[in-house]
């Protein structure tokens, strides 16, 4: 195993005047002492200079530098959200017409920029079943460039066979693009082959639900590219990181892996118990999980398997019934998102997948009464056990 937590460590400098941390640069511009340098610049002559902060900026370039060396990239760029992040790998890697094979469980804010989005730039996308390795062969065509998938899928928790699709990336010379928000730390999908990483820094990355942010993660040179004073898509359309943002990230990704321990040992003594009490739980800690092999293989040891589970309810009205009740005895909060220090649970056919048509729902068996629960560590899991078991009979006696 490759230990990405002394790597991200050990990218770590002096703050100026010895500091422990880095100061937080909010500067939008940047001096240039050799006014022959702002010109080599723009030209692309010059590489590495602070220009203007939508292009680069100190803070952002810390975080960028921290986070590369936690996914075992080349270099990573501070964005202004996940579908930011999603969106300008695609638009650079994909800028004028062509075809996507996505799988089709990602997350409905993704699913609904690939469907309705990407068309109105000539861009088509074929969504498949991400663990049938021969549909998505079958899905590439002369003009494809992109593979996308997620690591651990949006909320089904399937988990995509990463190396196989590298394997079949590579044999038609297309780049494979892996969202990563959900399973930070536990997997790399760079070192299983894929090109570009992506995160929503908005869920486990930050871990407070108080901001909104994202991340790319790729080789420098796709990094260089989209900051690209002609052609880079973040330059020029303009979702950058915050310094602030990036400065609180930087400072955050210290505690992300004992954060995600956290998550994973609450999750996994949750989804125990309501496997034993035949709760219909899936989570990928599980041995009956039908990925929880692929997945073993696959992540790094020592960050358990995530902090996210479901529970299928039959109904949505069920689901919201149980989630109420979760609510009112302080188990959880009813509220999208998720990587947050307490719980959060959602009904994702009604919200975060309710961008799914109903039959395409059906078709990736999206239960309509799925609870979804991203589990947070503050309290006593013993105490929470005892208020989910109580709400759930309460529900279904
Ligand atoms: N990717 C996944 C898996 C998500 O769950 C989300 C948001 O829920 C996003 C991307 C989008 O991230 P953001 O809300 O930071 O734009």
């Known amino acids: ?93 994909v800028p004028s017409g062509g075809h996507i094979v996505s799988s089709r469980t990602v997350y409905g804010g993704t699913y609904a920029f690939f469907k309705n989005v990407l068309p109105r730039r000539g861009i088509e996308v074929t969504f498949v079943d991400a663990d049938d390795l021969n549909a998505i062969e079958a899905a590439i065509r002369p003009e494809t460039k992109v593979i996308f998938t997620e690591s651990l899928s949006n909320p089904l928790l399937r988990m995509s066979n990463l190396k196989a699709i590298a394997q079949i990336k590579n044999r038609h010379n297309l780049k ?41 993660a790729s080789s420098a040179e796709f990094i260089h590219s989209l900051i690209d004073v002609n052609s880079g898509v973040v330059m020029l359309t303009g979702p950058v990181m915050d310094a602030k943002i990036a400065h609180e990230l930087y400072l955050r990704l210290d505690h992300l892996a004992i954060r995600i321990r956290a998550h994973s040992e609450a999750a996994s003594f949750l989804a125990n118990r309501m496997e034993e009490a035949k709760i219909p739980v899936i989570y990928p800690g599980l041995k009956s999980h039908p990925q929880h092999s692929l997945m073993t293989e696959l992540m790094n040891q020592g960050y358990g398997y995530g902090g996210m589970l479901t529970v299928d309810c039959g109904t949505s009205q069920k689901a919201m019934e149980l989630a109420n009740e979760l609510q009112q005895i302080k188990f959880g909060l009813y509220a999208v998102s998720l990587g947050f220090s307490r719980t959060l649970m959602s009904c994702p056919s009604v919200s975060t997948s309710s961008e799914i048509p109903t039959a395409e729902q059906k078709e990736m068996n999206l239960s309509p009464g ?28």
């Open 370 to 397: 799925l609870l979804r629960l991203s589990i947070g560590f503050t309290g006593n899991t013993e105490i929470m056990w005892d208020r989910f078991l109580h709400c759930y009979k309460k529900v279904f006696p």
């Open 1 to 93: 195993m490759k230990n990405r937590i002394q790597a991200l460590r050990d990218t770590q400098d002096f703050g100026e005047e010895g500091g422990v941390v880095p100061v937080i640069d909010v500067a939008s511009t940047s001096t240039f002492l050799n006014p022959a340098d702002m010109e080599k610049t723009f030209t692309g002559e010059l590489q590495g200079c602070y220009l203007y902060s939508r292009h680069s900026n100190p803070s952002v370039n810390a975080f960028g530098k921290k986070f590369a060396a936690l996914e075992g990239t080349e270099a990573a760029l501070g964005v202004s959200s996940g579908m930011a992040a999603i969106a300008c790998s695609i638009e650079q890697l």
């Open 176 to 216: 494979m693009v892996v969202d990563n928000t959900f399973v930070p730390l536990i997997i790399n999908p760079a070192d299983h082959g894929a090109d570009v990483v992506i995160h929503s820094c908005t869920k486990y990355i930050s871990g407070a639900s108080d901001m909104i942010s994202g991340v790319i």
